[in-house]
C-alpha cells in the first residue's frame, strides 16, 4: 500500500535509507518508564488491524513486510520508512496523515482515529523501542556540542590555526572538483576549500595548502568559519541520498557537531554567531533551525518555493536572511523563523547572502546578474548594479549572454567582494561603484573570499584551483 504513497509525498525520487545507529540513548528514569511506546506492546496490534492484509508475510505491496520489528526496520523497495526520533521525516507518518484521501493508508479507509496516529508518532520520537526492555535509537548522526564562551567575537587568545591534524586518505577523481564552498577565517591566516569528501585548509599568509579533514557525508556545498574563527562548518552530502551539517574544531580538526539526516545533499547553511543554532537547507524547500546544545530541531523556514541556495545569519544574531533558486529571498527571525520581511527584485536563483558587520545591510547575489544591496531594516534596495557580471559580447553576437553573480562577501571596511560568470571577481566600494577587478583567463570563479587581513582575495574556480588576489 506503501506504493503510492512514495510517488506521491517524495516526488524527487529520493533514495530513503534505513536510519539505524549503533549509538543508544540511556534508559529512562522511573517515571518515564511507565509511558514508554513500544512495537510489542502497542505498535503491532495497530499494524496488525490497519496494515498487515498488504503489508505482512503474505502481500508486501512495494517490497514492505511489517509483519514483525525486524522487517519494519528494513523498509521496503524505496528504502526505509521510519526514522528514529523524527516522526515527521518518517514516510510511515506521511502515510497515514496525508490530507489526500486517495494517497493516504491505509486505502479506502478512513483516517486512523488521532489517537493512534499521536502513538506511532511518539513511538517513533522516543528512539523506536522493540520492548519495554530496549534501549532507544538515536537520530543517525546527531552529535552536538558546546558553543564557545566567546563565540560572538575576536578570541581572547591566539585565533585558531590547524595544529597537528589527522592524515586523511584523499580519494582520487576523474578530474579536479569545482570549488563549490569556500570560506576564510575572520582573524587567522587560513582558508577551507571544498574537495570530493574532504576540506582542503590553506595558509594565507604563504598560500600553501596545509592540511585537508574528512568530510564523511560527501561533498561540501557550503563551508563557513564561525564569528570567532573557532569552528568550521562544513554542509552536503550526496545528491539524491543524503545530506548533513558537520562542525569542526579549527586546532584538532575533530568532529565537534553533527545534525541533519537529510533525504538530499544540503546546498545552503550557516551557524549563528553565537553558535548555539545551525540552519540548512536545499532541495526540499525548507530551511531547518537546529539546537547545536541539544541537537533537536528548534523551528523550520517554510515559505520557499523552490531548492533553498543560500542562508546567512546576520553578524547581531537577529536576523536569518534565506534565498531560493525562484528568486524568493526572506529576512525572519534567528529566534524562531518568523517571516519579518520579503526582499523582491531577483528572477532568477539567489547564489550567495553576505552581512555587512553592522547587520543593518545584507547582500545578495543573483543568477539574473543583479548584485543588490538591501537595507535590512526596511526591505527596500539601497543600491543594486544590475549588469555587474556581464561577460563582454563577441562581435557579431545578438543573442542573449549568460550572466550571473556567483558569489558575495562584505570587507570589514563595508566595501564588498563578488564574482561572476563573465569570469571576474570585482571589488566594490562602500558604494556600487566598482574599484577594481581580476579576470581568470580560464575557469569561472565559482566562489570569492576575503582574508583575515581585508586584503587578500582567495578564489575558487570551476577547474578546481585557488587563486590569491593581493590587494593594497
Known sequence: ???????????????????????????????????????????????????????????????????????????????????????????????????????????????????????????????LRETSSSKAILAKGTLTFAPSASANGKPDGPPAMPVDLPDVAITPTARPMSILGLAASPWAPLAAAS????????????????????????????????????????????PGHSGSVVLYDVKTGDVVGRFGDELDTVLAADISPDQKIVAFGGPGRTVKAYSTESGKEVYRIERHTDWVTSIAFSPDGTQIATGDRAGNLYLSSA????????????????????????????????????????????????MQNTNGHAPPRPEGFSGKLQSGVLSVRFRKDGGLISSGRDNRVKAWKTSSDQTDARTLEDGIPVQAAVDYSDKKVIIGDTLGRINFWSQN
Open 1 to 127: 500500500m506503501f506504493g503510492t504513497i512514495f510517488a506521491r509525498n517524495l516526488q524527487v525520487g529520493l533514495v530513503l535509507v534505513i536510519v539505524m545507529s549503533p549509538t543508544l540513548r540511556s534508559d529512562l528514569d522511573a517515571n518515564e518508564k511507565e509511558d514508554v511506546v513500544t512495537f510489542a506492546d502497542d505498535i503491532k496490534p495497530i499494524l496488525q488491524k490497519y496494515c498487515l492484509k498488504c503489508h505482512g508475510n503474505d502481500d508486501q505491496n512495494a517490497d514492505l513486510n511489517l509483519q514483525n520489528y525486524a522487517t519494519l526496520l528494513q523498509g521496503g523497495s524505496a528504502g526505509a520508512v521510519v526514522k528514529a526520533g523524527q516522526s515527521g521525516a518518517s514516510v510511515l507518518m506521511q502515510a497515514i496523515t496525508n490530507e489526500d484521501d486517495a494517497a493516504r493508508m491505509p486505502p479506502e479507509s478512513p483516517r486512523l482515529p488521532e489517537e493512534v496516529i499521536t502513538l506511532i508518532a511518539k513511538w517513533i520520537d522516543t528512539g
Open 195 to 238: 574537495g570530493y569528501k574532504q576540506i582542503r585548509l590553506f595558509n594565507t599568509d604563504t598560500e600553501e595548502e596545509i592540511g585537508h579533514l574528512l568530510f564523511e557525508p560527501g561533498v561540501p556545498h557550503v563551508l563557513k568559519f564561525s564569528q570567532n574563527g573557532e569552528i568550521l562548518m562544513g554542509a552536503g552530502g550526496q
Open 335 to 382: 529566534d524562531n523563523g518568523g517571516i519579518l520581511l520579503s526582499l523582491e527584485s531577483h528572477k532568477n536563483s539567489v547564489r550567495d547572502l553576505s552581512w555587512r558587520s553592522d547587520s543593518k545591510v545584507v547582500a545578495s547575489a543573483g543568477d539574473d546578474g543583479r548584485l543588490i544591496w538591501w537595507n535590512a531594516e526596511t526591505g527596500f534596495v539601497a
